[in-house]
């Protein structure tokens, strides 16, 4: 594994930081971070192209739609979970205007995930981290079902039955230790592994 991403470092590079850097920039304001987290409600148990396209087309709408009126929009453009992610985003909204001075209060990245996972309907582990990767945080890894299919097939993490917290941080570790042999953050290093699996870098 170690061996393609040096080879993907030379193909993908430039595209891999320039995405990183537009991350960054969705850290700038309240506005954009509570979209951002609006899209990481919708990714979850959900095919990621597919949420990119819906978070898209409602775009600025998260803000003002109703409970009902996103619940039917979400429903209209194809969401799996209409009612359940219509009612998550709603109750995030109570943090839309205080979300950046929030993440900004935690020491790292790490207690920031921590206090996602346990204030935010609908969003976990990796959302969290999924999340905080995507509005300019680097150090979290983003573990889902391709990157520990990636992981078992490189004979490098056997496919956990259930993706327990403790299980979660193991593979983490991981992954960190292969980031610092390559020199790349964790968030560098997802955008690999996921362009290794997929043959695309989504965000």
Known sequence: MIEKIKILKNEIGDLV??????????GKSNKK???????????????????????????????SLSKRE?????????????????????KARRYKNSIKK????FADEKEAR????KNIKGIGYKEASHFLRNIGFKNLAIIDFHILNLLEKS???????NLTKKKYLEI????????????????????????????????
Request: net charge positive.
């Open 17 to 26: 930081r320039r995405r990183i850097k537009e991350f960054e920039k969705n």
């Open 172 to 203: 983490e570790n991981v992954l960190s230790n292969i980031a610092r042999k390559l020199d790349l953050s964790l968030a560098e290093l997802d955008l690999y592994l996921w362009y290794m699996e997929t043959g695309k870098i989504l965000k």
């Open 102 to 105: 929030i993440i900004k209060s």
């Open 70 to 90: 996103l619940e039917k929009e979400l429903k209209k453009l194809g969401h799996r979970f209409p009612k359940t992610r219509a009612e998550y985003i709603i």
């Open 155 to 161: 004979n490098i993490v056997k496919r956990p039955k």
């Open 114 to 117: 921590e206090w996602l996972s």
């Open 33 to 63: 971070i509570f979209l951002e987290l609006c899209f990481c409600i919708l990714t979850a148990n959900f095919n990621a192209k597919r949420a990119i396209e819906i978070h898209e087309k409602i775009g600025n709408k998260f803000l």
